[in-house]
Structure formats: structure tokens, C-alpha cells
């Protein structure tokens, strides 16, 4: 193919599906999208073929975890980027169902990641999060596991860069959504604490931040320039409040209390990693520890065979060693 191709990894998903559209719009790019959900797939096919040629696309139904087909993708379509959007991101629905997370947040990256070093591919950009921050719940610490294996495997050839973001309205997983359908129902609204904040951003502006991380050249972990965190009362208050619903006038606010793998509220960076500019003042990069590769490779291999073995202590004990700082709450 003369025109880079890129692939992106859960490209069925609101942030995966926005990458698309953008890069069909403003490159010349041919973009693989891969989604293991056949629904996600379809709706992302249907919606990038009304605006670009199918010449420009290629629609695959597959599973991050499915190192062949990984293999055979980026052989085949000759991939120089890498978009990893793929994630499993509900966290309390995560603590219970711990090795699925490990298995496609974790393991799968580092495989996706090493197969990308040994096909050349020049740069693979993840999606992480802030929950990555010193995390207590599972989705966290799988996110931490997936920005260290990129840490450890970043070389000259193959640039390697994580792009932490909060959460983005109107994404699956969003709490955006979900009190706008408690308002439609007519209450109540669930809110965990009245203290809980959470840093929000607008899904344009989230693919703008990716791909303007991506073009600087980066490698590690960079970080947006967030401003101050929404209280999550406030936010459903508003909602309430701005409803055009003939019951939201009745909706009334209940307090679930945090659940497991939530915190009050979430950050940036840890107390160990440091922070500087980059050529984008709304991105900056960050310092964090890099792992020894050889060390990391056993452990990820342990992780794996843990997880095949379906074996939920040993695995949890093995991503304990990848990410010292996982404190799990609960």
C-alpha cells in the first residue's frame, strides 16, 4: 500500500470510532479497524463508509488477545501506528471479573506491544486513564500494567507512548449517560458520595489530545493539562436542573456509596513521578520509573499462563509485581 496504514484497536468504541473518522478525514491513512464486538464493528463500519471510500478502510471482527491474528494483521496491512483504544473499563463490574481484565487490559497489550517492536511498527499510542494512578481496583492496576509494558519496550524503532485521560462525556462507561437515563426514568439518581469529583473531557477533545500526543514525537506517558476536577453531585444536579423531562422535577438524589475499585477522586500523576512541558501546553510529560524488560517479560509470561490456568490468586500476586503500587481496597 502506498498510504500509511494505521490500525486501531477498539475501533467500534466512542474514542476508537472518533480516531477513525478523524484520521480518514484529515490523512491519507488506510485505517484497520478491529473490534471483538460484532455491533461495534458494524456501527463503525456503517458510519466511516458513509464518509470515506471502502478503499480507505478495512473492517476486522477479532480479539485483541488473539496474538495470530495480531501477527497477521499488522504483517498483512504492513501497520506503521498503532491506536490501543481496546479496553475493558467498567470498574466495579471489573473487581468481579478480575482475570477477563487482566487477560485484555494487561496481558493483551503486551502482547500487541511486543508484536509491534517486531514488525517495525513506528509508533503504538494506548489509551490509558488517570485510574492507572496509584491504583486500589482492578481496571486501574491493568491500565498501570499496560503503560509499564510500554515503558519497557520503547526503543528508537518502535515509539511507545501512553496518553492518560479522565473521563469523556458520553463514552461508554461515562456516569454522563447513565444519569441522564436515571432523569428519563424519573429518578433516582444514584451518586456514590458527596465529596466524589472526577476529571471530564469532551470527546473531540479527547481525540485531539491523543492525536496531538502521538504527533510530538513522544514517547512514556503524557498527561492533559485538566484544570479542576467536576463534583459528581454538582454534575447530576445540573442535570436535573437543565432536563427538559416532564419528571425531573420529582428525580431525587441517592447515595450508593463507593464501590470497589473507586476512589473519591483521582489524579494525574503519583508522588513519585514528576512532570514537564511539551511542545503542546495543554500536554505534559511525564516522568515515571522504567522497568527492566527481561524482569517484566517473566512476569507478563507468569501473568499469562496465570490467567489461562484460570488461577486468581497467583494472578493477582504476579500483577502485584508488575505494579508495585497496586493497593487493592476490599
Not at 478525514?25 to 464486538?37: C, E, F, G, I, M
Not at 493539562?225 to 453531585?233: H, K
Request: overall charge negative.
Amino acid at each position: 500500500m502506498d498510504s500509511e496504514v494505521i490500525l486501531i484497536t477498539g475501533a467500534g468504541g466512542s474514542i476508537g470510532s472518533a480516531l477513525a473518522h478523524a484520521l480518514l478525514k484529515n490523512t491519507s491513512a488506510h485505517v484497520v479497524l478491529l473490534d471483538v464486538s460484532e455491533q461495534n464493528l458494524h456501527r463503525v463500519d456503517l458510519s466511516v463508509g458513509r464518509v470515506a471510500g471502502r478503499s480507505r478502510f478495512t473492517s476486522v471482527l477479532g480479539d485483541i488477545s488473539d496474538d495470530r491474528l495480531i501477527a497477521s494483521l499488522l504483517e498483512r496491512h504492513e501497520v506503521r501506528r498503532i491506536f490501543h483504544t481496546a479496553a475493558f473499563k467498567h470498574a466495579p463490574l471489573l473487581e468481579s471479573n478480575a482475570l477477563a481484565a487482566i487477560k485484555n487490559n494487561a496481558v493483551g497489550t503486551w502482547n500487541i506491544a511486543v508484536r509491534a517492536r517486531k514488525h517495525g511498527v513506528s509508533a503504538f499510542v494506548l489509551l490509558s486513564t488517570d485510574k492507572a494512578v496509584d491504583p486500589i481496583g482492578i481496571m486501574g492496576a491493568t491500565k498501570r500494567a499496560a503503560e509499564v509494558a510500554l515503558l519497557a519496550l520503547d526503543d528508537s524503532r518502535t515509539r511507545m507512548l501512553a496518553v492518560r485521560l479522565g473521563n469523556v462525556w458520553g463514552t461508554e462507561g461515562s456516569v454522563v449517560p447513565l444519569f441522564l437515563d436515571q432523569i428519563a426514568r424519573g429518578g433516582p439518581v444514584t451518586v456514590t458520595d458527596r465529596a466524589a469529583s472526577r476529571y471530564f473531557f469532551s470527546l473531540d477533545e479527547a481525540v485531539d489530545l491523543i492525536l496531538s500526543a502521538a504527533d510530538l514525537g513522544l514517547s512514556g506517558v503524557v498527561i492533559p493539562q485538566a484544570g479542576s476536577p467536576r463534583n459528581i453531585l454538582a454534575l447530576a444536579e445540573e442535570l436535573i436542573a437543565s432536563s427538559e423531562s416532564s419528571m425531573a422535577k420529582d428525580v431525587q438524589i441517592v447515595f450508593t456509596g463507593l464501590r470497589l475499585g473507586e476512589k473519591l477522586t483521582e489524579a494525574f500523576v503519583s508522588a513519585d513521578e514528576k512532570t514537564e512541558s511539551t511542545c503542546d501546553p495543554r500536554l505534559l510529560a511525564v516522568t515515571s520509573e522504567v522497568p527492566d524488560r527481561h524482569t517484566l517479560s517473566v512476569n507478563c509470561a507468569e501473568l499469562s499462563k496465570r490467567v489461562e490456568l484460570r488461577e486468581m490468586e497467583p494472578a493477582l500476586e504476579t500483577l502485584k509485581k508488575i505494579v508495585p503500587n497496586y493497593k487493592p481496597v476490599g
